[in-house]
């Protein structure tokens, strides 16, 4: 909301004020200031001139000379390059010495070679337009010599962002009354009070009748003949365009100036191009209207429309109709002023994609007592301006909604909250009586407020301890400490694992991704681990429909986001929740960690040749790092066509989660140029692994030998059962084992098909002396005497 600093100024006197202690006392009270913009000049060295002659620069093609008078008495030469004038017009003349918004100083100079005294000035270079191309040209009467600021006068436009629960404050009163309970300065006099002076009576039905009570509870009308529209007086034309308002006609920049005034929205109709009286009702389902902005919309049966006794002629707290709005031959107004329910008008604002200053006030609600007030407001002001003779009396439709009622407040509960023990029952009950509360009783402890009816978020007492807290300022609240420290819990240890999981895959390269819990149905299928996701029942579009079952899908587009932008290598991951519909119904969900990884093992360097890339065996060693134990994979039956190779991570009896390779085919699809392998692993599991201190082993001080085995297996043995076999081995002098080579040959020639050859390195040691051949020998044969009784394996000796 733009909120002019001159025109607040007509409500309370800001003087003693700067602008940026103005900006701060709104911002702590609650009110973001978004922007501040200082218009027009305040210094008096701009002053009126008008151009006597003008000629060609010597030296310059796009530059002229000007002789001006100044009001001095003698001409002043400018150098110019504006095209837009002519001789005779008066236009701002910037005097040596003058500073210009942006903090440009005018001095006296050459300009080619040629004496410039000041500079004359265009509506941007004076902070009150744009750039037009050219000087700004003043009215012909405008008087020479006058300062331009007695003119046009300066100020200061402040950007706010009103939050929804204040629509009190969207208005220059509202703001106002909000400024003098800060500040304790006293308002100059609320000109525009709810109560009226005409006389209101209840509209007979050919009149106005309302069909739709509940969506508009109150409507009033007045009928004003003999009106002459015609453009808008100095005075209101500056007011509006102050705050981006463009003047239109003097009856609309009336009700436009009443609703920036005062918060009320009206409307006017041309009198004489309604059919019969006013019907507030529902619109007919698929019924038409053209509103003012010359587009038709479609209406629906839950739209409110202001309607005669043939078509809509408004949709309700929205907009006009181009049918009936007012023009320069209009002699004859109705007057709306009403109050409509904010959700009605919220919901057909947002559905046709209708927005207006008139809707976002509704939207918020208003203040109901205030629709005659701003009515009366309104008529004076069309009398005034544009002449006519208004009915005695206002017709009335139904009543105004009493939406504020009386709060108790607790004095003590509310020193106590507010950590204020020193504030007084006087202190508190002024600032509420400066808010514009009523004290209808009060005790020693406690005291019974009337809730003014523009003040819609006051309903708890609460609310109240919250008003007082933002006029004394929360630098008055004392600063305690009343923490203590608290073991360690459950909850503490999840998320220090989770940070250490973040860092330790941070350490190894890998980039940590941030993504939406609501998947598409098509990504369902990227899904990784089984389950099936939960149905969201309003989904707000086709990509949010389900919440996930797997965090893979998420890591998947990552990658493809990161591929259009031209990176190759891949390294992923996200620590986060799914969820899983449950057999029986129901659902539950679950901390889970997914990894993704594709391209080079190791960065592109200048100096050396092209890495080659990762393979599943590599995301299985980066989990390995993390686990710290060993793993077991095994492959499972595939659940998904998006995958290849997917498997289940193991330790000991653990599941660990699940890791498999994304099919080429949906490889190509996101334009990977590598393989993808993707892990998503359960939180819960890793945790039960890693409960335990870490440790650490000495290094070793005595040299390691090693022996190699081949042996043939068949074909099926998973290597997960040789490898399960070394890992179980106790002998002392055993390390460790690591494959080397498998060979099989499909063809049958070389080793039978139903065969293959596994290839072994043995490591022993000891921990406190070097070994001798004979010990290894024995250790070693020992060892495959045991592989050969535990595995269907045949050792080539």
Sequence with gaps: MQVSLSWLSTHLDLSSYTVPQLSDLLTFAGVEVEGIEERGVATDKVVVAQIQSFEQHPNADKLSVCQVDDGSGALRQIVCGAKNFKAGDKVPLALPGAVLPGGFAIKEGKLRGVDSLGMLCSGKELGIGEDTGGLLIMAADSPVGTPFNKLNPADVLFDLEITPNRPDLLSHLGLARELAALTGLPLKGERHHASTSTKAKAAAEEQIVIKAAEACPLYTARIIKGVKVGPSPEWLRRRLESIGLRPINSIVDITNYVMMEMGQSLHCFDLNKLKGGIVVRMAAEGEKFLALDGQTYDLLADDLVIADSERPVAIAGVMGGEETGVTEGTVNVLLESAYFAPSGIRRTSRRLGLSSDSSYRFERGIDPQQVQGGSEFAMKLIL?????????????????????????????????LLGTPDMTGDEIHAILEKLGLTKKSASKHESHWGIPSYRLDLQRPVDLMEEIARVIGLDRVPSRQVAVASPVEAADRTYDFAMNLRQSLAARGFFEAQTLRLIADAQLADSLGGGQGVAVKNPLSEDHTTLRP??????VATAALNIRQGLHRLRFFEL?????????????????LAVLLSGPVSPTSWHGREPQAADIHELVGQIQNLTRTPLEVRPVKENSANYLLTSELRAGNRILGWIAQLHPARAREINARHPVYVAELLLSALRQGSTGPTKFEELPRFPGMTRDVAMEVPADLPHAKVAAFFASQKHPLFVGAEVFDVFADPSGTKMAKDRKSIAWTLTYRSSDKTLETAEVDAAHTAILTALEKTLPATVRR
């Design 550 to 555: 797997s965090i893979v899908p998420g890591l």
């Design 576 to 592: 986060g929740r799914v969820f899983l519909t449950l057999p029986k119904g129901g659902s539950r969900e679950e901390e889970r």
């Design 384 to 416: 005034t301006i544009a002449g006519g003779t208004a009915e005695e009396v206002v017709q009335v439709a139904g009543e105004a909604p009493k939406l504020v009622g009386e709060v108790t407040l607790d004095e003590n509960r509310a020193r106590k």
